[in-house]
């Protein structure tokens, strides 16, 4: 898992969500998304206290869903909040 924060003003989230496989972006929260990429990976990105926080992970099984990576990376913002 890799994670990112950059402290400059966020980028738009639809220019960062270009690298998502059609039909795969689910919406997390009121601004952030997740989604497959590159065969499988997974990519998320959001907006947080100003700055936008990706998270990108590898490995993750093909019948993980939507659901439990919204929940996966409310946890990872969760933690980087502390």
């Not at 003003?9 to 497959?36: K, M, N, Q, Y």
């Not at 990519?43 to 093909?62: E, I, N, R």
Request: proline share 5%; net charge negative; with cysteine.
């Amino acid at each position: 898992m890799s994670v990112d924060v950059t402290r400059e003003p966020p980028t738009a989230l639809d220019t960062v969500a270009e690298l998502c496989e059609d039909g795969s972006r689910a919406p997390v929260g009121t601004a952030g998304f997740v989604c497959r990429y590159q065969d499988g990976n997974v990519f998320a990105a959001l907006v947080h206290d100003g700055s936008l926080v990706t998270v990108a992970a590898s490995a993750v099984p093909a019948g993980t869903t939507a659901a439990q990576l919204v929940v996966a990376l409310d946890q990872q913002v969760t933690a980087l909040a502390r």
